[in-house]
């Protein structure tokens, strides 16, 4: 039982963290495409 328990808290607490820089990153990346659309369209706008 000890050794299980070891085992989930090496690997337990990477997962946790990646899972956590993972949604963070994926929010942030939303927010970087809602930009760079509305760069897009600002830039096409002058075009015109």
């Given at each position: 039982m000890d050794t299980?328990?070891?085992q989930i808290a090496n690997f337990?607490?990477?997962i946790v963290l990646s899972i956590y820089?993972?949604?963070r990153v994926?929010?942030?990346l939303e927010k970087l495409?809602?930009?760079i659309n509305e760069l897009s369209r600002t830039i096409e706008?002058?075009?015109n």
């Amino acid at each position: 039982m000890d050794t299980i328990m070891n085992q989930i808290a090496n690997f337990g607490f990477p997962i946790v963290l990646s899972i956590y820089l993972l949604v963070r990153v994926e929010g942030k990346l939303e927010k970087l495409t809602d930009s760079i659309n509305e760069l897009s369209r600002t830039i096409e706008g002058f075009k015109n």
